[in-house]
């Protein structure tokens, strides 16, 4: 996540030195008051996992992350102390404002505890990874540019259609407007704290609207209106020039080392190195088709 169209929002990261040291590069752009490093909770969930191999200390630790309001991080944390001190100290090494959403006090994450919003990219780009490097450069070029044309014309026709917010704005909205009709607020001091973190009506905020006649629309942040979208998609990606028209290149050549040469024959072999974020909880073993116990097949 980055800065666009002049909203500020979080770079969700596992802290890693490289990508830091990335963002900085790009200058002022990314960093604030256009950009803020946090961390992913899924991250720090892997790396709690890995530290202390405890699962139900594992989703405590979720618990705490995604908690709005400090009433419910005290609860969490309080749980979490009574099961190990040890995994509190360790969590306390973390600044509370880079993880916890309770402690996200000018709603800057806008609800997003993780990396999802740029690891989603991984499935446009799937069957990339096992290209050379150049073939697999050429890929993923294209691939984004089709992407990019198909979700900038999705939303322009969206905005032809005289449509304001996105889908699925609008499908929450609609939840919350069904919560809101058994709510009578007459005087609310808001705890929960959803409409200032994720900056649209919640259902007590709808509730009240509707009570003295205003419009919720007005309290909608702009990064939700389909403009915004369109402007996230409307990058025109140059094309590239065939090689004969490039300029010398004068700098050092690689030169690949023969024996890690891979195979001519056969597909490629995909390796991928997994680690705590894989492990999936209470995966069914598989059964027999026929007599449907545990331990062996057909």
Not at 135 to 152: H, I, N, Q, W
Not at 286 to 298: I, P
């Amino acid at each position: 996540m980055g800065a666009i169209g002049g909203f500020a929002h979080p770079i969700a990261s596992e802290d890693s030195f490289g990508k830091l040291q990335t963002f900085r590069s790009l200058g002022r752009e990314m960093s604030a008051p256009h950009a803020y490093h946090v961390y992913c909770i899924r991250h720090i969930s892997a790396n709690f996992m890995r530290r202390f191999r405890n699962k139900e200390m594992q989703r405590i630790v979720v618990n705490i992350g995604y908690s709005k309001t400090i009433q419910d991080f005290n609860y969490w944390y309080g749980l979490l102390q009574d099961n190990d001190e040890e995994a509190t100290r360790w969590l306390d090494n973390i600044p509370r404002e880079k993880w916890a959403q309770a402690f996200d006090k000018e709603g800057r994450r806008y609800g997003h505890m993780t990396t999802n919003l740029a690891e989603c990219v991984n499935s446009v780009l799937k069957g990339t990874r096992n290209l050379p490097i150049t073939a697999m450069v050429k890929s993923t070029y294209f691939r984004l540019a089709e992407l990019f044309v198909r979700k900038g014309v999705q939303a322009q026709a969206q905005i032809a259609s005289s449509l304001i917010f996105s889908e699925s704005l609008m499908k929450v909205i609609q939840e919350n407007q069904q919560a809101a009709s058994s709510i009578y607020v007459r005087q609310f001091d808001h705890e929960e704290k959803s409409f200032m973190m994720l900056h649209f009506p919640c259902r007590h905020v709808l509730a009240a609207c509707s009570h003295i006649h205003l419009h919720w629309e007005e309290y909608v942040d702009n990064v939700y209106r389909l403009q915004t979208v369109f402007n996230v998609y409307r990058k025109e990606f140059e094309p590239v020039s065939n090689e004969r028209y490039w300029n010398p290149y004068n700098g050092p050549r690689l030169h690949p080392n023969i024996t890690m040469r891979r195979p001519t024959k056969g597909r490629p072999k995909s390796t991928r190195i997994r680690n705590e974020m894989d492990i999936r909880e209470d995966v069914q073993r598989k059964r027999c088709g026929l007599c449907r116990n545990e331990g062996h097949s057909r």
